[in-house]
């Protein structure tokens, strides 16, 4: 049997988890260097608002701190209390990055207000060339997290922390240009809103998966009755029922199902089959019983 199959949840290989830790640890480094250079270059210049943006990036060093630690427990091994081992922490990470992300919007958002009401004189040159910094730094970590934003949420997480806060020195620096030109202090506030508003649009798919995960919804990019069709086709399968998809974690799917075989088939091979073409589908957790025809479940409490 041959099908294209498009899905967003992939199981991580081997080569993935080393690729992702090494981005995560780089990106770490990068950003953690970042911070401890403009936080003291702040206190140098006497700059609160340096100050300030150095607290909001160590937040990102955070957000991929906790990515890091959601790609650990997606991999522990089961205990006897403990059956999928806490590959679902990997999930409520995600959730939580989701709102931190929200915080900042919400963070932009006031902070923004504030300004118009009671405006500040900004100076344009200072907050240009710190803004420029966060482009090139938050850029490249967004750029090291790109490829594996579509195989993981958590990495999705991280990639829009840090888009976001290229988005943020992208306004920031335009902001500082123009006021640098013009004195209009306002532009400031303005772009913020802005950035605050684009962020909350990236986000907001973010939250919604993380929250559908958490109740263990169908993932994304699993088309429940596409899946089913394809299980049908398997040759000595006449019919599945009783079926359940549920995430184990951000990257791996789990499904339990009934499927009716033909007298003149082997259980075995239907569902050594039917196993294969679900990993097609990026299931690679999953569970089949059988039953012969005519003796099928008359409900779904009775196995």
């Known amino acids: 049997m041959s099908h294209e ?14 690729s992702l830790k090494g981005v995560y640890t780089l990106s770490i480094v990068l950003n953690l260097s970042f911070v401890l250079i403009e936080a003291a270059v702040g206190i140098w210049g006497k700059s609160l608002g340096l100050l ?13 701190l906790l990515a890091m630690v959601a790609l650990r427990l997606a991999s522990t091994k089961s ?7 806490f590959r679902k922490g990997s999930v409520l990470i995600s959730l939580l990055n989701a709102i931190i992300l929200l915080v900042a919007v919400g963070a ?24 420029g910094a966060g482009i090139l730094v938050n850029g490249f970590t967004a750029f090291l ?3 594996h934003r579509r195989n993981d949420l958590n990495a999705r997480g991280a990639f829009l ?3 976001a806060d290229t988005l943020v020195s992208v306004g920031v620096l335009i902001s500082g240009i123009v006021i640098s030109f013009t004195g209009w202090n306002f ?51 006449q019919d599945i029922h009783h079926v359940h998809i549920w995430p184990i974690s951000t ?15 082997e259980p075995e091979t239907a569902v050594a089959a039917i196993k294969q073409e679900l990993k097609e589908h990026g299931i690679t957790h999953a569970t089949i019983e059988t039953e012969k025809s005519g003796h099928e479940c008359p409900d779904h409490d009775c196995c």
Do not use: C
């Open 251 to 265: 990257t791996e799917t789990a499904l339990t199902a009934h499927a009716v075989i033909a007298d003149d088939s």
């Open 161 to 163: 922390h840090m888009a």
């Open 145 to 147: 997290l790109m490829k």
């Open 187 to 237: 532009i400031d506030p303005v772009i913020g809103i802005v950035v605050a508003l684009i962020i909350l649009a990236g986000t907001w798919d973010l939250l919604a998966e993380s929250l559908r995960l958490s109740v263990d919804a169908v993932p994304e990019g699993i088309d429940r009755d596409e899946v089913l069709e394809h299980m049908k086709e398997v040759p000595g399968v």
């Open 108 to 131: 932009i958002l006031v902070e923004s207000i504030h300004k118009f009401r009671d405006p500040v004189e900004v100076n344009g040159g200072a907050v240009a060339w710190t803004a």
């Open 79 to 85: 205990t006897k209390t403990m059956t999928y081992g």
């Open 5 to 18: 199959h498009h899905h967003h949840h992939h199981h991580h290989d081997a080569a993935d988890l080393q």
């Open 52 to 64: 300030s943006d150095a607290g909001h990036n160590l937040s990102d060093v955070f957000s991929l």
